[in-house]
C-alpha cells in the first residue's frame, strides 16, 4: 500500500498553466504504475493521465492530449501534472492513483491506492 498526497491546485484563468504534484509514501514507488482522475461537478470521475513504472509509457485522455503531460520523479517518489491551456471544463478535483500491478490503467477500479484530491478552477 502507498499514501498518496496531492499538491499544485488552484484557481487559474483559461489558458493558464498549472502543475500538480503527488507525492507517495514507501520504498516501491517505483514499481507501481500511476495514473491522473479527474472528477468535475456534477459528472464521473474520469481518466486522466498514466505513466508506467519508469516513466517511458505515458498515455492520455482524449480530452488533455497534447495540452497536459504526465511525468514522474522515482527519486523523489513523486507524480507529476503539467497542465497548459486550461480550459473551464478542466475544473474538477484532480486524484492521483498507483496502480501495485504496475501496467498502466484507463479505469479507477483499477487502482489500488488514491489520493485526497485537489481542486483545480479554471475561469472563463
Known amino acids: 500500500q502507498v499514501q498518496l498526497v496531492e499538491s499544485g491546485g488552484g484557481l487559474v484563468q483559461a489558458g493558464g498553466s498549472l502543475r500538480l504534484s503527488c507525492a507517495a509514501s514507501?520504498?516501491?514507488?517505483?514499481?507501481?504504475?500511476m495514473g491522473w482522475f479527474r472528477q468535475g461537478p456534477g459528472k464521473e470521475r474520469e481518466f486522466v493521465a498514466a505513466?508506467?513504472?519508469?516513466?517511458?509509457?505515458?498515455y492520455y485522455a482524449d480530452s488533455v492530449k497534447g495540452r497536459f503531460f504526465i511525468s514522474r520523479d522515482n527519486a523523489k517518489n513523486t507524480v507529476y501534472l503539467q497542465m497548459n491551456s486550461l480550459k473551464p471544463e478542466d475544473t474538477a478535483v484532480y486524484y492521483c492513483?498507483?496502480?501495485?500491478?504496475?501496467?498502466?490503467?484507463?479505469?479507477?477500479?483499477?487502482?489500488?491506492?488514491w489520493g485526497q484530491g485537489t481542486q483545480v478552477t479554471v475561469s472563463s
Open positions: 492513483a498507483a496502480r501495485q500491478l504496475g501496467v498502466p490503467g484507463y479505469s479507477d477500479y483499477e487502482y489500488d491506492d
Open positions: 505513466t508506467s513504472r519508469s516513466g517511458d509509457g505515458t
Open positions: 514507501g520504498r516501491t514507488f517505483s514499481s507501481y504504475a
